[in-house]
């Protein structure tokens, strides 16, 4: 599995757009780029996920460069409710049931929206 | 849909003691994997259960155990209990036919503290 590195916080003021970088340089070809958000006493939730170029949903950007070893996660217009840990994972997906991904969590970017 | 739901929300035991935690997936997953989540850390991936079988394992001993239902229902049995193994507990579920789509839906969690 491919090791990931990520800033461990960063502090952001509302409304402003917050770019979280993660380094994955050992990433293999068959590897998705996935990122999971959490908040203080809850269960990791599922953000956006890709594999190149650029990603987009209704709550944030993926940008990925073509060597695809790293990755920006790109939250536009945090507020206070952003303030979460950022979680950058980096694994194959195994479309079997019995050989379902397993995941593998760094420690994540502390992220502080402050007011 | 009540989403992912785990039992019970704190616990608290002595060294050497046993626990069962319950997990019961989210609507339409058969997938369920369990997750440690120590202070300050990422979760750690510890097993996963589809038809009734461990899958896969993380590197947790033998004292960390679990079983699968047939209506796809979890449990997480730790015997030994040692301090280290206060944690947050975490149960994820998936559908086994997700394709491509990295996502894993969280519980809660469960607080456990050993004394």
């Known amino acids: 599995l491919a090791k990931t590195t990520q800033p461990i916080s960063m502090d952001s003021y509302e409304g402003q757009e917050v770019n979280i970088t993660c380094s994955h340089n050992n990433i293999a070809t068959n590897d998705y780029i996935t990122w999971y958000q959490q908040f203080p006493s809850q269960g990791p939730r599922f953000i956006i996920q890709?594999?190149?170029t650029k990603v987009t949903n209704e709550v944030a950007s993926l940008f990925i460069p073509a060597d695809r070893k790293s990755s920006t996660l790109s939250l536009p217009r945090v507020s206070l409710s952003d303030t979460a840990v950022y979680y950058c994972l980096v694994g194959d997906i195994i479309r079997s049931g019995a050989g379902s991904y397993q995941l593998t969590f760094g420690k994540g970017t502390k992220l502080s929206v402050i007011p | 849909d009540a989403g992912v739901t785990q039992s019970p929300t704190h616990l608290i035991k002595t060294r050497g003691q046993q626990v069962t935690l319950r997990c019961s997936p989210k609507?339409?997953?058969?997938?369920v994997s369990w997750y440690q989540q120590a202070l300050g850390q990422g979760p750690q991936f510890i097993f996963q259960?589809?038809?009734?079988?461990?899958?896969q394992r993380g590197n947790f001993p033998d004292r960390f155990s679990g079983h699968q239902f047939p209506n796809y229902s979890s449990e997480l049995n730790v015997n030994a209990l040692l301090l280290g193994d206060s944690a947050l507990y975490l149960c994820?579920?998936?559908?086994?036919?997700?394709?491509?789509?990295?996502?894993?839906?969280f519980g809660p969690g469960t607080r456990l503290t050993v004394l």
């Open positions: 890709g594999y190149k």
């Open positions: 994820a579920s998936r559908p086994s036919l997700a394709g491509e789509r990295n996502e894993q839906f």
């Open positions: 259960y589809y038809e009734e079988e461990e899958r």
């Open positions: 609507s339409g997953h058969d997938t």
